[in-house]
């Protein structure tokens, strides 16, 4: 058996999340996000081993991943979250062969990113890896189909008719595809961003702060998309927030400080989420 995308199903594959808990719902009271630590995990679609990458020398040095190891379990939406700076985008940029760790090994699945020659990175990062930005990056003379299929025509690939149209119907831009980014609101334009990093049919997506730049509305639209590219396509969603809402769209949270990953919630809901932002953020009490 195969899923929708393809690829094997990997137990165990998370109940569907119709959305995160209303406002003011009390942890687990829709009955949909009791956290369960704990819970056994999948195969991971991409892993990192004793991560560490730091910027600048002498006093202007700053560690941002600090010895990370993470498992990113594949037909899971994970979300990383932690305070400014506490190295979310870093870990995202070299997860996806956008950057490169000063130690430790990047996985995708068996593959280890830091074995390959740059040009062989290109091609694991354009066949394998998609990638959501926040602000959008779409190409501003493509059309939003353009902009869309745009790795496929780069991969000089045929696409899979049926593949495509899936994705592209998924966006909810029927009438909208001949729009150039201009034309588009920030939402509409994301929802562009986010179906041109599903039509490969990458291994993993990473999204970094996708509804940072959009309001409520277009951000949960955009995050039901990437909830039913997992629930229905059995996709691999890795997203960094700083929204407890959007983090209880997601399967698990993994929360980073000073550039290690210091906590952890599977099924969180809007409450425990800020229970542990509030705790990371407390001051430490000091004896004198
Ligand atoms: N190109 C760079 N040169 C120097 N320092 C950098 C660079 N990129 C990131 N840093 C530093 O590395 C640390 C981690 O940065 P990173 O962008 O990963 O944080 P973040 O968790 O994504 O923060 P935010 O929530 O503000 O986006 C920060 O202290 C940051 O200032
Ligand atoms: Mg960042």
Redesign the pocket.
Known sequence: MTTADGMPPTPPVPPAHAGPPAHGTPPGGDGTATPTPGAPAGTPAARVAGLT?T??TGD?R????DDVTLELYAGEFTAVM????????????CCAALDRADQGQVFIGEQDLTRLKDKDLTQLRRDRIGFVFQAFNLVPTLTAEENITLPLALAGRKPDQEWRDTVISAVALADRLDHKPNELSGGQQQRVAVARARVSRPQIVFA??PTGNLDSHSGAEVLQLLRRSVDDFGQTVVM?T?DPVAAAYTDRVVF?AD?QVVDEVRRPTREVVLDVMTRMTAPVAVND
Do not use: F, I, Q, W
Not at 62 to 65: D, E, Q, Y
Not at 82 to 93: A, F, I, R, V
């Open positions: 990458k910027y600048g202007a700053v560690v941002a991943l932690g305070p400014s700076g506490s190295g979310k985008s870093t870990l995202m940029h970094d702060e960094v700083h980073l550039g």
